[in-house]
């Protein structure tokens, strides 16, 4: 891959960012924008804006068959064969609430089980409470090992307990764990559990198959794959969506609106209720499309590469503290450095035009399993390369004298 040229296409990163050039190191939370993603968005208000999936006029032609294509290019992306099997949400956050709310009202009860693992994010942990305290049913933790690897004897042993829901991120959001998803979710399915996956950090970086996988459920992050902000999508079994009442209703999830009942639209429209975001989901779409000319072996075979150079670079640095795997992992890279705060550290590299995220990265039940308060993550995609990884450790060793 030619680098240089990647990073024409990111009007951003001819920014300054406090005068110094911008090195972003940010993608674990949201990615840049490609010209392409940017030019979709104000294409489709210029010049073919209209009402998706209620106009016969040529304008809501277009627009409808722009956002119709993107379901089948999301399909497309992760493996999926039927699109009518992809929903259109605000983003994973959505999508995850989606599955918890609908399928949990008709299919948890007192007694059941939900199982999570202690490296979520938020946003699959809290849609679990929720439902949980609803219907009865109660919520258990599959454990992590020191290494930050997803402790397979102990799901063995939770998925005996009248596991309904498994749901798992298949890449950890401050650990860069991958898990086994292929092995988890046969272990499930063995169980009689279903498994929902959090593709929010996997499917920006590497190949992914529902269908292979066999999973239930999929949600996925458009501004995390250089797509707009504000839309997602969720993959779900055909089976499994006929079955399921709406999260949402209002126009154009029905099929049929009298007085005192309705009837709900086939899937997946039963699920999308109201004026469809549709700018954000035709840019997913260029997003994808952009991602796809790259070639996601290629981004995968770079990001492991400028991942690897920096993790062994931070571990010769004293009094860090590296979280997470040596290996298998995605372009996630954790740390602390002893007797620092985090914060402080990321504020100066700040001036000196690095955006380094510091916190707890919506995964508080993680941070307190590390018995930390916050750490710093240096999270790489393919238009990062290793000249900033070498001009970030100088600039980090810089900073920890000032601080120290």
Known sequence: MNIDKIKTQFPILKQMNRGKKLVYFDNAATSLKPIPVIEAESDFYKN?????????????????????????????????????????TKGATEAINLVADSWGHANLNKGDVVLLSEMEHHSNIVPWQVITKRTGASLEYVSINEDGTLNMDCL?????????????????????????????????????????????????????????????????????????????????????????????????????????????????????????????????????????????????????AISNYAYEKLSQIDGVTIYGPAKDRISIVSFNIDGIHSGDISQMLDYEGITLRSGRHCCSPLMNKLNISSCLRLSLYFYNDMSEIDLFIEKLNATIATLK
Not at 68 to 85: L, M, Q, Y
């Open 48 to 88: 073919y804006y209209g009402s998706i999936h209620r106009s016969v006029y040529e304008l809501g032609e277009k627009a409808t068959n722009a956002f119709e294509g993107t379901r089948k290019t999301v399909a497309d992306f992760i493996g999926a064969s039927n699109s009518s099997t992809i929903i259109f």
């Open 156 to 304: 063995k042993n939770k998925l005996k307990n009248n596991v309904k829901m498994l749901s798992i991120t298949q890449a950890s959001n401050v650990l860069g764990t991958i898990n086994p998803l292929k092995d988890i979710i046969e272990l499930a399915h063995k169980n009689n559990t279903l498994v929902t996956v959090d593709g929010c950090q996997s499917t920006p970086h590497f190949s992914v198959n529902v269908e292979d996988l066999n999973c239930d459920f999929f949600a996925l992050s458009g501004h995390k794959m250089l797509g707009p902000t504000g839309v997602g999508a969720l993959y779900g079994k055909q089976n499994l969506l006929e079955k399921m009442e709406p999260y949402q209703t209002g126009g154009g999830m029905i099929k049929e609106v009298g007085l005192y009942e309705s009837i709900w639209n086939d899937i997946p429209y039963r699920f999308e209720a109201g004026s469809p975001n549709a700018s954000q989901v035709i840019g997913l779409g260029y997003a994808i499309q952009f991602i796809n000319e790259i070639g996601l072996t290629n981004i995968t075979k770079h990001t492991e």
